[in-house]
């Protein structure tokens, strides 16, 4: 079931703690949803639509429901204020997934892995932390599931995307030379939500 929740809400975020804070104050009435299977028909077709807008890769309707079938609880949206007139109008969306990770040489433990697909809002909405609270959003909903990290790709020009994240935290681990379709290189982010020693189970004290 889709839970609703009010801006108040974000104080009580356990990725607070591991997030720095953004600045000034958002839009009062804005209301944020996570997204579940009996809200397909309202709001997939503008999902596709905001996506589709901004982002050079395009995707089928098979990859949105990929990622919403499976993880429609890692997948929040951001709705205009509604009035007597207006019915809900989607301005911002973040589509992700949980998986197992285990490293190719098995250097390392499996991971629990977030990733983060789709971000998108709505070019009128853009620099009142939409974008941010999606992401903390969805990285809480990961902590909650026991995510011990989380990745994602994003245009090495895409200067708003990167900022945005590295302010919340994610370092740059890798450049991916011309990953996507137009050529464009990626850099892909991580953000750590254990320590190294959590992950590894390697935290006995050393004599
Ligand atoms: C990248 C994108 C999602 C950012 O969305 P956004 O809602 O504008 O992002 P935010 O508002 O959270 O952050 C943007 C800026 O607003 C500032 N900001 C945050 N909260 C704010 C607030 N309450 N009031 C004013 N400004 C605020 C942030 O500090 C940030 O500035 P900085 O990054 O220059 O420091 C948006 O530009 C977009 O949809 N782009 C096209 C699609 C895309 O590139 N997606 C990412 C692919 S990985």
Redesign the pocket.
């Known amino acids: 079931m889709a839970s609703e929740t009010n801006l108040e809400a974000e104080t009580k975020s356990p990725v607070l703690s591991l997030l720095k804070e953004?600045?000034?104050?958002?839009p009062a009435e804005l209301r944020y949803i996570q997204y579940s299977h009996s809200l397909e028909k309202q709001y997939l077709p503008s999902i596709r639509a905001l996506i589709s807008k901004?982002?050079s890769e395009p995707y089928s309707i098979y990859v949105y429901r990929y990622f919403l079938y499976q993880w429609g609880d890692l997948c929040f949206m951001a709705l205009s204020p509604t009035t007597a007139y207006t019915s809900p109008k989607l301005i911002?969306v973040i589509i992700s997934k949980l998986e197992p990770h285990t490293p190719p040489s098995h250097s390392s433990p499996t991971t629990l892995r977030g990733y983060i697909a789709m971000?998108?809002?709505s070019s009128t909405y853009?620099?009142?932390?939409?974008?941010?609270t999606l992401v903390r959003k969805a990285i809480d909903a990961m902590i909650e599931r026991g995510a011990d990290e989380v990745v994602?790709e994003?245009e090495e020009t895409?200067v708003?995307?990167m900022?945005?994240y590295e302010?919340l935290g994610f370092l740059r681990s890798k450049k991916l030379h011309r990953y996507y379709l137009n050529g464009n290189s990626a850099f892909r982010l991580v953000l750590h939500l254990k320590a190294v020693e959590e992950m590894t189970g390697n935290n006995e004290e050393e004599i």
């Open positions: 953004s600045s000034g104050t958002l901004d982002l911002g971000l998108a809002v853009r620099n009142h932390g939409i974008a941010t994602l994003t895409n708003p995307a900022k945005l302010r």
